[in-house]
């Protein structure tokens, strides 16, 4: 019954005993020992609150803008592939929720619906961006674009942490007998079925793809936004802003791909510090370089604390297929609800009335990075990060 479903991690628990095994295997496997999936989550509680008191909490606003565009939280439907295996109708679902709840979806390259069904599931005006692999073929991936553009489409966020599949094995022993269908894939793809349904939609993935393709990318994107999905250093992070990007997610692809790469969050700060001491976050005459973190975010609290070191927003993936798949719309608005019910909540606790009151000062971030062998680099100073009183 959907009223005993209090937080985002009950979704999970039922989807866990009620989902078929090929959909709950290739959603919910991480790659190799699966460390970067759980850290993921568990990065978030190496951060602390440093509430504010006294403040008048009586109206709480979480409503905030994502590249522009309005949105009821500091939340965006991050992409994930292959819907119909856990809903018969598939990413529609999200598509209808995300209006019914004033958020924006990110449509997947790899979904089970086309493109085009997504779009026409769309309400008028209803903000949809694109995930997008480069595939090899480029005039394909240009026609893709382009299509996008005519489409509405109002950015593109262009996967940057997969030039090959990461090993989820998991997933791998389940064998792939669906329809890898979607209009990336349809076209005479080698589709392979034996190890995984990872495995079968991901043979045409270009793993030459180079800084070198950006400027052709920016070109065929036209008025629409280009973003890195998949930044994992600050160096890149620079570099995207360097060559006229217009953000970065911070992602690791939920632990899919390379195992113990770092978790968005935890290089969140140094992001910020470097893109800060170059200009390049709020570039003069420009609009503000947008920083989005994805991965294992499952409260409001993780959300805030995102926020609060500098993050438009965050990317939700695994939650939206586990309530889709185990209630169906409803479910996913349920979710969408509880979440919204925790920023109310959070915000008050935390003496925020507004996302603008939510400022790097509201965190203790000096157990985020525990100083390890071989990772001393970057100890994260929280003077030097976020100098002068905010
Ligand atoms: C190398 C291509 O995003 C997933 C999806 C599809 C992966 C394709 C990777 O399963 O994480």
Redo the contacts with the bound molecule.
């Keep these: 019954d959907l009223s005993e479903i209090l937080s985002l991690h009950d979704f999970e628990a039922v989807a866990r005993h009620t989902m078929n095994r090929r959909g709950w295997n290739?959603y919910s496997s991480g790659a190799d020992d699966e460390i970067t999936m759980r850290e993921n989550n568990t990065a978030y509680q190496r951060i602390w609150f440093r509430p504010r008191i006294l403040r008048d909490v009586t109206k709480v606003d979480f409503s905030t803008e994502i590249l522009g565009h309005k949105s009821s939280m500091p939340v965006y439907i991050t992409?994930?592939?292959?819907g119909k295996l856990g809903h018969p109708e598939g990413e529609v679902v999200l598509t209808r929720a995300a209006h019914e709840h004033g958020i924006i979806q990110m449509i997947?390259t790899?979904a089970s619906c086309g493109f085009d069904e997504m779009v026409d599931a769309a309400a008028p005006g209803q903000v949809q961006f694109l995930q997008l692999?480069v595939n090899a073929d480029k005039s394909r991936t240009k026609k893709i674009i382009e299509h996008a553009g005519k489409r509405g489409v109002k950015a593109l966020f262009i996967?940057v942490d997969?030039?090959?599949?990461?090993r989820?094995e998991k997933?791998m022993r389940t064998k792939f007998e669906g329809n890898a269908s979607s209009h990336q894939t349809k076209g005479g793809d080698k589709v392979q079925r034996d190890a995984g349904?990872?495995r079968a939609?991901?043979s045409f993935?270009d793993p030459s793809l180079s800084w070198k393709d950006i400027p052709f990318l920016k070109e065929c994107a036209g008025d629409m936004k280009i973003i890195l999905k998949g930044v994992q250093s600050w160096e890149d992070a620079v570099l995207a802003a360097e060559r006229g990007c217009d953000g970065v997610v911070l992602s690791n692809?939920?632990g899919?791909?390379l195992d113990t790469a770092p978790a968005g969050i935890t290089i969140l700060p140094e992001v910020v510090a470097a893109l800060n001491q170059r200009g390049l976050l709020v570039p003069p005459g420009k609009p503000r370089f947008e920083i989005m973190v994805d991965g294992g975010v499952r409260r409001a609290t993780d959300v805030l604390k995102a926020v609060a070191l500098g993050a438009t927003a965050v990317g939700v993936g695994r939650p939206f297929l586990y309530s889709m798949s185990t209630y169906g719309f409803e479910g996913v608005c349920h979710m969408l609800q509880i979440l919204k019910d925790e920023f109310e909540m959070n915000m008050r606790l935390i003496g925020a009335p507004t996302l603008t009151d939510v400022v790097p000062s509201m965190v203790d971030i000096s157990a985020l990075k525990v100083p390890t062998v071989g990772n001393t680099m970057f100890g994260v100073n929280y003077e030097t990060m976020y100098p002068a009183g905010v």
């Design positions: 290739y992409a994930t592939a292959l997947p790899l692999y996967t997969a030039p090959q599949l990461g989820r997933d349904a990872a939609i991901s993935i692809h939920g899919r791909q």
